[in-house]
């Protein structure tokens, strides 16, 4: 058996230069990358089926669990958004926020949008 490799360089992020692009999928789990530039936010979601787990591997970034108060997460922190809990993220730092998602178990189609933003 051989070995599927890829690099977080390699993703496709979904607006260009940020926001998220997966770099493998599977029915066990999706594997991508989420990119956020000072100021950008990701809209806020949830998922039926599936936990999505963010390791960062740069930055720091604001995340709303279920619309409470924000958590910071950075740099080697890890965070589970499980099935059904919304989540919004949002850079307000001076540099670029970078994680590694993981959705698991991978179910395509099971993001709902739940639109909400949070208070400046």
Known sequence: MSADLVRVSDADLRF????????????EAAFGVVVLRPGDAF???LHREHTESFVVIDGAAEVWLDRADPVTISAGDVLHARPGQEHFLRNPFD?????????????????VDAPWTPAA
Do not use: M
């Not at 998220?20 to 599977?26: A, K, M, R, V």
């Not at 998602?101 to 189609?109: H, I, L, S």
């Open 43 to 45: 809209a806020n979601h």
């Open 95 to 111: 540099t670029v926020f970078r994680a590694v998602f993981v959705k698991a178990p991978w179910v395509d189609g099971d993001k």
């Open 16 to 27: 260009g230069e940020w926001g998220p692009g997966y770099l493998s999928q599977t029915p």
